[in-house]
């Protein structure tokens, strides 16, 4: 079930001094359709993977800092205007269930959650908690919370929008997501995801898009850059740690 169809750039709107106006995979991008459930953005630091996803979720209706569409909470100011000049296009069908799942702003989302539980009576606050695993987030370690978070919370039939989920978890937890993501579609879900983790981009029948290229474009798993440096590196090791080690010191030669 995909619930947003495809996404167009108005880039003859856009800011052209914002710094997204400048990366190449972006700006040269006038259209991304989504073809299946679940859709990766691959990339370098600083590609654009998930400034395009937070303009997306946004875009849809979500919190920047993360959350349901019920949240409505900020810490800090600082996503970009990107959500301004997207057109979603949507299905006919509305999800009835939808999160954004953020790595670097989970801690403000926790903490909201908090607050906001306090406010309530003990049978209402044990009964919101009873959708992040019973627990408060910030008394679970940031894997276990993402994990009960997905597990407790994901019910299905919704859109889930996840920036570097793996960011917290070890490669068995990373399992564990995957697991869930597979049993999220077929419970009728949409995910988009900006990962490095080749773990989770190994999702059956998922469409990856590169954001290392002069545009973005679909690629194979076995073509994304997480798959061949963890190949190369587990099928290489000891080379390549001694050509790492080898320039590390020569670097500290030189520089003494």
């Known amino acids: 079930m995909n619930y947003i169809k495809e996404i167009c750039f108005r880039w003859s709107e856009a800011d052209e001094h ?37 303009g997306i979720a946004i875009a849809y209706g979500f919190n920047a800092e993360g959350g349901s569409l019920n949240y409505n909470f900020a810490t800090k100011n600082t996503h970009s205007s990107l959500n301004k000049y997207l057109t979603l296009s949507r299905s006919f069908y509305k999800p009835k269930d939808g999160f954004f799942l953020r790595a670097e702003s989970f801690y403000n989302f926790a903490s909201e959650l908090e607050r906001l539980t306090e406010e309530d009576t003990e049978i209402k606050k044990n009964q919101y908690l009873s959708y992040y695993g019973s627990k408060s987030l910030h008394q679970q370690s940031h894997g276990e919370s993402f994990l009960s978070l997905v597990q407790n919370r994901f019910r299905g039939n919704g859109i889930y929008f996840l920036d570097e989920p793996e960011a917290a978890l070890s490669p068995q937890r990373q399992l564990t997501l995957l697991a869930e993501i597979i049993s999220l579609v077929k419970n009728g879900a949409q995910l988009i995801i900006a990962t490095h983790s080749p773990i989770l981009l190994s999702a059956p029948n998922a469409t990856i898009y590169t954001f290392d290229t002069n545009e973005i474009i679909e690629i194979p798993y076995e073509e994304t850059e997480s798959y061949q440096v963890t190949k190369l590196f587990i099928n290489n090791r000891e080379s390549i740690l001694k050509e790492l080690l080898s320039d590390y010191l020569f670097d500290e030669t030189t520089s003494n």
């Open 18 to 54: 914002e710094y997204y106006s400048k990366i190449e995979a972006l700006k040269n991008t006038n259209k991304l359709i989504f073809k299946t459930p679940v859709t990766f953005f691959v990339g370098e630091n600083g590609s654009g993977k998930s400034t395009l996803l937070e």
